[in-house]
């Protein structure tokens, strides 16, 4: 068979570094644990993740003012991805207008992904402040913040579901696409916007980028 195995049944299964399937440290199979890996895993910090926030607007200049808004809270960009025309659902045009674009940003600085509640309080904080500047519509910006790790993309919500996890603040999380296999797979709760694959290969090069900032540098 193609590929590397899938966990088997019954096997609670790790992704490895680029996001595959992991079998090797960390990985419990029920089928063939032994002494070692049965033992308790230790708590150890977490991987550093790269700030990702996808915009959302009407018009150019204000998505614009919301990365300047963006860059003053969070520090300089590592990558910009076009503007995609937001054609997937009408459910912001009562209070956003029509004719929207996604925008995304990456950001240099590697995050701690425990930080995504913080962040996304924060970029409420920044929607207000546009809102009451710019005016015109209720909700001129919609910044959405999440992270891009090797194995998947997490974004953060205010709203609670069966498929999130609390973070604290009255913040919730998501994981919103994995990266298996070489590439990024959905599940029945994503955004149908997330799920075409209109985003991957800007996602794709964050992802890739990120990987080299994470591996050892050689002696």
């Known amino acids: 068979?193609?590929?590397?195995?899938?966990?088997?049944?019954?096997?609670?299964?790790?992704?490895?570094?680029?996001?595959?399937?992991?079998?090797?440290?960390?990985?419990?199979?029920?089928?063939?644990?032994?002494l070692d890996n049965a033992a308790m895993a230790q708590p150890k910090p977490a991987q550093p993740v790269q700030l990702l926030v996808g915009l959302l607007a009407g018009r150019a200049e204000w998505l614009d003012a919301g990365v300047a808004e963006l860059v003053?809270?969070?520090?300089?960009?590592?990558?910009?991805?076009?503007d995609y025309p937001f054609t997937f659902t009408d459910y912001y045009a009562p209070t956003m207008g029509a004719g929207l674009v996604r925008r995304f940003v990456a950001f240099?600085?590697?995050?701690?992904?425990?930080s995504l509640a913080d962040i996304k309080r924060?970029?409420?904080?920044?929607?207000?402040?546009?809102?009451?500047?710019?005016?015109?519509?209720?909700?001129p910006v919609n910044l959405d913040p999440g992270y891009v790790a090797p194995g998947k993309l997490v974004l953060a919500s205010a709203k609670d579901f069966a498929h999130r996890v609390y973070l604290g603040q009255g913040i919730y999380a998501e994981v919103?696409?994995?990266?298996?296999?070489?590439?990024?797979?959905?599940?029945?709760?994503?955004?149908p916007d997330y799920a075409s694959g209109l985003y991957d290969a800007f996602l794709t090069g964050v992802r890739d980028r990120l990987r080299s900032r994470l591996r050892p540098a050689r002696p």
């Not at 068979?1 to 790790?14: F, K, V």
């Not at 924060?122 to 909700?139: F, K, P, S």
Request: hydrophobic share 40%; aromatic share 6%; glycine share 12%.
């Open 108 to 114: 240099e600085r590697l995050i701690d992904p425990a």
């Open 176 to 191: 919103t696409l994995q990266f298996r296999h070489g590439r990024w797979v959905s599940s029945d709760w994503t955004f």
């Open 122 to 139: 924060a970029t409420n904080a920044l929607e207000a402040r546009l809102a009451e500047r710019i005016g015109q519509v209720d909700r």
């Open 1 to 34: 068979m193609d590929g590397p195995p899938r966990c088997p049944q019954m096997a609670i299964c790790g992704l490895g570094p680029d996001g595959d399937p992991a079998w090797g440290d960390g990985v419990v199979d029920t089928l063939t644990a032994g």
């Open 72 to 82: 003053e809270a969070f520090g300089p960009v590592e990558a910009v991805s076009e």
